[in-house]
């Protein structure tokens, strides 16, 4: 309850963050009209956040009899955490990730890049979608959901109040003038980023260990991570280097670090997270309880470079 609690609140942040660059840029009159728009934005998010982060990393579904091996495993794996069957999809994208998303577990949905089925083995693939659905048994993706739309908007909302040189609808200065307008298009998203990085680094853990109790065998999640930081220095994801708002919702940072936004991490270190799960393996007191098991060829490599993908 106590992070459920310190999330709330860093929400309830957010919003007032909103609500002064409305002030800010419009008076009283632009700080009502900011706090109805972010009322509607929470609402709106509620319902449509989810499909909109879909569309926007280009994620498309996919059927159980074109990835049949990839729907035995998820299933599988969302029965051990006595959740519903997510819905699935796939994003064309090279570098290895994955997120989770939905309003709660009945209409969830996990979205994984060709590159995690083609560069990692199956026990790694399973421990990646075992955090995925902690984060849908938590109920996390909807909080994060709802982050990344709220502090995309707050950085529009700047960017709108530099546009009009600090003046509401009505051509009259905002109380900060010109400049006040300059520092909040600067400000007003970096403040927005530093709420992502606490909402999300507080879930991270968190998800990492139901995670690694869900598939069985913390090493298999800790095995992913290392591949996924690794493989994240060398290739770039160009549709959330366009959406860097949305990053704090995959299990690693996808963004490259091109821009100022790699000093506002939304994760824990890599190093701390595979730190915590390997304590809890097997002989180190973790004392987890039966792995998961594939249906078929366990530990195989399902997409290894060069070779057709089996996943679908």
């Known amino acids: 309850m106590g992070g459920y609690l310190r999330t709330a609140v860093l929400l309830a942040g957010l ?31 509620w319902w449509n956040s989810d499909r909109v982060v879909l569309s ?51 209409n969830a949905a996990v979205a994984v890049n060709t590159g995690l089925l083609n560069l990692m083995s199956e026990q790694e693939v399973a ?5 995925e659905l902690a984060h849908i048994r938590h109920r996390d993706t909807l909080i994060m959901t709802i982050t990344a739309t709220l502090a ?8 709108f109040g530099f546009l009009f040189g600090g003046r509401d ?8 003038g010109p400049i006040g307008a300059i520092l909040l298009m600067i400000v007003g998203p970096l403040a ?26 913390p090493r298999w999640l800790a095995s992913a991570l290392q591949k996924l930081e690794h493989y994240k220095q060398g290739i770039v994801n160009p549709t959330a280097e366009a959406h860097p708002a949305s990053a704090h919702m995959f299990i690693v940072n996808p963004l490259s670090g091109l821009r100022l936004d790699s000093l506002f991490t939304t ?11 390997l304590a809890m393996a097997p002989g180190s007191g973790g004392g987890q309880g039966r792995p998961w098991r594939a249906p078929a060829a366990p530990g195989s490599h399902w997409g290894a470079p060069g070779r057709r993908n089996p996943w679908g």
């Open 127 to 131: 421990g990646v979608v075992a955090h």
């Open 152 to 159: 995309g908007a707050i950085g529009m909302l700047a960017q």
């Open 15 to 45: 919003t007032a963050l909103f609500v002064g660059i409305g002030y800010a840029l419009g008076g009283q009159q632009g700080m009502v009209l900011a706090f109805l728009f972010a009322c509607g934005t929470n609402l709106w998010a």
């Open 56 to 106: 926007m990393h280009n994620a498309e579904p996919i059927a159980p009899e074109s990835a049949p091996r990839l729907f035995q495993l998820v299933q599988g794996l969302a029965q051990r955490a006595g959740l519903p069957m997510p819905a699935l999809y796939v994003i064309h994208e090279d570098q290895p990730n994955a997120f989770a998303t939905g309003r709660n577990p009945q």
């Open 169 to 176: 609808a009505e051509g009259r200065r905002s109380p900060f």
């Open 267 to 277: 994760h824990p270190p890599t190093e701390e997270r595979v730190a915590r799960l």
């Open 192 to 217: 927005a980023m530093l709420v992502q990085m606490a909402i999300s680094r507080s879930r991270e853990y968190e998800a990492d260990r139901m995670g690694a109790e869900i598939c069985g065998d």
